[in-house]
């Protein structure tokens, strides 16, 4: 029987250079890279600006393009997100700094919601009806990240399966 529940579920350990939708804490997003789920892409713009989009059409956006030159987006370790130009100087913020300290997951949802976890910053761009979506909860008292699939009740799975990211 614990054979059986060890199989049902499967834990997997991504090293963020794996994950397509995942950045930890400590980790940017350069000119030209993206993050990407199905058919979501959340680009860092070569204009300096910040894009979610589904299929190529714009969803959501930072509204930062133009103000500077080879910028790239921080995952900070104090929780805030922020989007720096080559001077160093702030393009925009999610201001989100906290006092719990991390760990920090910014992630592009299945649901086409970009959200940090664990913060209450998120683009809100979710879809309803999605097939699934992460959701990652933490005890401000304790140093790791639980996340879950959420799934419509009506597409509930007979057998879950639990994925971790981790960043060791």
Known sequence: ??????LSAILLFLPSSMAKNILYEGESLKTGESLTEGVY???MQTNCNLVLSDNGNVLWSTNTGGKGTNCYLSVQTDGNVVIYDKAGNVIWSSDTWSRWGGPYLFVLQRNRNVVLYDSKWATNTYTANSEGFVVAKRDHNDTSIMTEVVVPAADEPANRKIAMATNN
């Open 1 to 6: 029987m614990a054979a059986l529940v060890m």
């Open 41 to 43: 892409t959340l680009t």
